[in-house]
């Protein structure tokens, strides 16, 4: 059909290895080398399984174009897709297709695959990981809580063993000063 299809991925220099959870962006090029008219309809994607292509793992969206391209001329397409994190990791390996579908003059339906290629999806690290930071609040909290939980054993139980000193001594306070006044009586004076 004088078809040529081309891909590039401009921000990763490594085509086998894509970021989990980011958004990927693909340029597809499409040259008529022919010498009639063609309809780009759409270009889509998706990861498949590499010993069963039937077997569908992520499917991305499909981007619809309906441009229409003249003979001797190549035109680029934005396709972007976003593997998901759950695949990251590991040494899985997945199956990426990338389809563009395309129709003659005449509405005979073509489809070419620009990148048919095993790939495999990495972990992003961000730096900042809100999973472990809650993990640290929470064994500070339980830390916290121990701490408390042992200060509160150990004052109840000095505490018990000083109450029981107290009631041995003799009572001090308030009573004391009033068991410990002596009573002084005065005779009476007579009159003579």
């Known amino acids: 059909s ?6 590039g991925f401009p921000k990763h220099a490594d ?3 894509f970021p989990g959870g ?4 693909a340029l597809i ?11 780009v309809d759409n270009v889509e994607g998706g990861f498949r399984y590499p010993m069963d292509y039937n077997y569908v793992i992520q499917n991305f969206t499909s981007f ?4 229409e391209v003249a003979p001797g001329v190549t035109q680029t397409f934005l396709y972007m897709f976003v ?11 997945f199956s990426l297709v990338m389809s563009l579908n395309y129709r003659g003059e005449d509405g005979t339906l073509f489809t070419d695959s620009p990148f048919n290629e095993t790939v495999s999806v990495y972990e992003v690290d961000e730096g900042f ?16 809580l121990l701490l408390f939980g042992a200060s509160t054993c150990c004052l109840l139980l000095l505490g018990a063993g000083d109450l029981g000193r107290r009631s041995k001594r003799e009572p001090t306070g308030a009573s ?17």
Do not use: C, W
């Open 29 to 39: 090029g499409f040259q008529n080398n022919g010498d009639k008219s063609f309809i």
């Open 176 to 192: 004391t000063t009033t068991t410990s006044q002596k009573i002084i009586s005065h005779p009476k004076s007579r009159k003579i």
């Open 22 to 25: 980011k958004v990927v962006k």
């Open 129 to 144: 990981d809100t999973e472990i930071f809650f993990m640290y609040v929470l064994l500070a909290a339980l830390f916290a």
């Open 2 to 7: 004088g078809i040529n299809a081309e891909y």
């Open 64 to 67: 619809r174009y309906g441009r």
């Open 15 to 17: 085509e086998t290895m």
């Open 83 to 93: 593997p998901s994190e759950q695949l990251a990791g590991g040494s899985r390996t």
